[in-house]
Structures are given as C-alpha cells and as structure tokens.
C-alpha cells in the first residue's frame, strides 16, 4: 500500500545538537509535502510545508526540510535544538495519487534534554 | 489560538449512549475534514467536508455519522460506539481542497468509550 514513512519512533537528544527526522513515501506524481509538530498538550501545527520551487524550504523555529524527489524522501533538519523543541513530528504528504487525502507518517517524538 | 474549536475536549460514554463532538473554524475556510488519532498508529483521515458537501468517507463504519450544516462548523454524531473507537478526534479545516493547503487543526476531543 501507498504510505508516509518515519522511520524513528523515538530520538533523544541534547540541546545544541543537530536533528534530522526522515520522511519517505510511496506516491509517484505531484506531492505536497508537509510537516506538522505537536507540542506536548498543544494541537498539530505546521512547521513547514513544500508544493514546488526550491526543495529545500525553511520553516518557522529554525526548521528546514529537503525534497529529494529522486528519493522519495522530505527529511526535517534542524542544526542546534533547544528543549523546547521536544514535541512529536509528523511528516504529511498530499498527493494527487491518492486522491489529494493528506496521509500522515506515524511520527517522531523526540525528546531533547536539557 | 488556533482558530479550529473543538467541544468537548474529554468525553467518556458508555457502548449504547449517543453523543456528538463539535468543531467550529473562525478561518473562513471552505474544507473540514475529521481525522482519528489513535496510540501507535498514524494519523486516520475519517470524513472530508468541501463547501459543506461530503467529499470523502474513508471507510468509516456507520456508528460515525458527520453533519455539516455550513462551512464553519462540523459534527460527528456517535452511537453505539465500540471499546476500539477509544482515541483523540481531531478536526481539521484548509482554505480548500487544493492540495498545497496547509491544514489547520483544533485540540480534539479524547473520546473513552467504556
């Protein structure tokens, strides 16, 4: 079956380390590709999202993310991360295979300790 | 804020009761969609809401019934829900369906069937 993969359940990490979550999916054609965080208590929000352009797209709270499309991949970035990114991460993919249903990945919760 | 207003954010009802969970957006947008967010498992997209027509049923069984009265708000009837419906009910709205379209989400409502 089609799908969104995140391939970490979990990571933990250090302040000031460097982050990157994975994101694959199945979809051939035109993606729109998503990525949403939830803070602990709070609702999903976006982080960053890319439909066309340049593939490596910036987002809010120093986030970045690459579409390789070779890859199938939109892999989440961060250089140096700080407590208070501790959150799950959720990558989403749009696509016009699937009938323009957002599909989610089954997220990453990542702890970053102080 | 998030813009997307779920009621109530915790129910609790039994196997034979009746209930629903409301959503109200305050983005003008024209799309709502419900998705189910149950432990371990990615994000379900159940019902999808376009211009308050029915757009999408993604195998939902019958014991969810949607209701979409006009473009801000959205409900979901339940009745004789099952031990397995126990999750978060999050709904969604975006502009439209157009599949660059961030969605925005509410809090959900944790639903325990008992």
């Known amino acids: 079956a089609q799908s969104v993969s995140q391939h970490n359940h979990h990571v933990i990490l250090s302040e000031a380390a460097s982050l990157e979550l994975g994101c694959n999916y199945s979809?051939?054609?035109?993606?729109?590709l998503f990525w949403y965080v939830q803070y602990p208590g709070q609702h999903l929000q976006l982080l960053l999202k890319y439909f066309s352009g340049d593939p490596l797209v910036k987002g809010i709270k120093g986030f970045e993310a690459e579409f390789i499309k070779s890859k199938f991949s939109f892999n989440l970035r961060k250089p140096s991360v700080q407590w208070s990114d501790t959150a799950e991460y959720f990558c989403a993919v749009n696509a016009e295979a699937a009938g323009n249903k957002l599909t989610f990945g089954g997220g990453t919760r990542v702890l970053v300790k102080p | 804020e998030t813009g997307v207003t779920q009621t109530p954010r915790h129910l609790v009802m039994g196997m034979t009761n009746k209930k629903s969970l409301k959503c109200e957006q305050h983005l003008g947008h024209n799309a709502m969609y419900w998705y189910k967010q149950s432990a371990k498992k990615p994000l379900e997209l159940m019902f999808v809401y376009n211009f308050k027509e029915q757009t999408e049923n993604n195998s939902v069984p019958s014991r969810f019934s949607p209701e979409c009265p006009n473009s801000s708000h959205l409900f979901l009837h339940l009745h004789t829900l099952q031990p397995e419906d126990s999750a978060l009910y999050l709904c969604?709205?975006?502009?439209?369906?157009?599949?660059?379209?961030?969605?925005?989400f509410g809090d959900g409502t944790r639903l325990s069937i008992l």
């Open positions: 969604a709205s975006s502009q439209d369906r157009q599949g660059n379209q961030p969605q925005h």
């Open positions: 979809y051939g054609g035109t993606v729109n």
